[in-house]
């Protein structure tokens, strides 16, 4: 037997990014599936027609027809109600979600009767992490930051000797020591900047002292549920701002990475702090798409706000498409494999990785948290 698999072209005007590349279907095939491409889907990406059909992916223009019949549906993005509407019931959607800020497409999904595995609900345990396509996207997108930030410097990261004198390495703060923040110090410090790296999770001291970062240590231990942090007090708040001022004002460039999926980004940066930074300095905000970890961030724009250059990006990762695209297909590979055998599809709904994951299934919101948002009730598990 074999499934269908169709494969997405994305619309959103940011996204160059494709749910599946060639050699990843290949494998996907030995599983036992057939897979179809919105055709172009890849081409923003690199990844051209051509070579689909070298991996015997065929090509279909009319995304009707292409998810009428499809029993597994690949995105990057939240897909559109209209093409949800299209789906058969029982079919199965692989894709980010944000659910709570896509109420409608959650409703059209638990109407439809389609089961949705969100790629961002992957739990964040250890057997699930080939399959975590949030750290795969925030590896990438940690490492791009210091690079987007240095093209607004005017000034070079590493100490250079001239025949006229010496130039300073310049100074990055990085705040927020997740997967992203962590590849940012990494990418600063192999350029030659002086790397500092700030989270309110003490336990990542270590972590950025491995990439060869200081740490800014403003004594106050917020570690939360899930591997995020929780919120501080207003009087933790104080102390961290206090700690950080100096840390703050004596940085050339700053990459803010705190962020938590579906919720507004939280503030890491006001305008004070931003007045007593140096003239020219630069801040690369990457929880812009969320609100901003600092005042005046505004997403998607490049903007001066008092001395500094604050850079608001919204899909780093699509910055660089054709590798991101790759571990995205890998993400989604490594989860088919729990759920699809010799071309059967078999979801183990007492599988923690696969309940964790499903948003929708049979009819219902099967996640009580987005449930509870959507419809105000609690959920029942698949």
Not at 146 to 157: D, E, F, R, T, Y
Not at 187 to 197: I, K, S
Not at 233 to 249: F, G
Not at 300 to 323: R, Y
């Amino acid at each position: 037997m074999t499934v269908k698999i169709a494969i997405l072209k994305e619309t959103q005007p940011d996204e160059r990014r494709v749910a599946m590349i060639p050699a990843v279907a290949q494998r996907l095939a030995k599983l036992g599936a057939n897979l179809v491409l919105e055709q172009g889907a890849g081409s923003a990406a690199t990844y051209t027609d051509d070579a689909y059909t070298k991996a015997q992916v065929t090509q279909e223009p009319d995304i009707g027809k292409l998810v009428a019949d499809a029993d597994i549906v690949l995105a990057v993005q939240p897909p559109s109600v209209d093409t949800v509407k299209k789906m058969k019931p029982g079919a199965l959607l692989i894709s980010f979600i944000y659910a709570q800020t896509q109420p409608d497409l959650v409703k059209a999904l638990r109407d439809g009767k389609i089961t949705t595995f969100a790629m961002e609900l992957i739990p964040r345990i250890s057997r699930a992490q080939a399959m975590d396509a949030l750290s795969s996207q925030a590896a990438l997108a940690g490492y791009y930051a210091p690079l987007l930030g240095s093209v607004h410097m005017q000034k070079i990261l590493p100490m250079m000797t001239t025949a006229v004198g010496s130039l300073r390495a310049a100074r990055v703060l990085v705040m927020g020591l997740g997967v992203a923040g962590l590849q940012a110090l990494a990418t600063a410090h192999r350029l030659g900047a002086v790397c500092e790296g700030y989270d309110v999770r003490p336990e990542t001291k270590e972590e950025a002292e491995s990439v060869g970062a200081k740490f800014v240590d403003t004594g106050v231990d917020a570690r939360g549920a899930g591997g995020y942090a929780r919120e501080l007090t207003a009087d933790e708040k104080a102390k961290v701002r206090t700690a950080l001022s100096q840390h703050i004002a004596q940085a050339d460039l700053i990459i803010t990475t705190a962020a938590v999926p579906g919720r507004k980004a939280p503030r890491l940066i006001d305008a004070e702090q931003l007045a007593g930074m140096k003239e020219g300095s630069v801040v690369v905000d990457m929880g812009a798409p969320n609100g901003g970890n600092c005042e005046g961030t505004k997403a998607g724009e490049t903007v001066k706000v008092g001395p500094v250059i604050m850079v608001g990006p919204t899909n780093l990762p699509s910055s660089l498409a054709a590798q991101a695209s790759e571990l995205y297909a890998k993400n989604i590979y490594n989860l088919l494999e729990q759920v699809l055998h010799d071309g059967v599809l078999k979801p183990d709904f007492t599988d923690e990785v696969i309940t964790g994951t499903t948003l929708t299934h049979d009819g219902k919101i099967t996640n009580a948290a987005i449930q509870k948002v959507i419809e105000g009730t609690p959920a029942e598990k698949a």
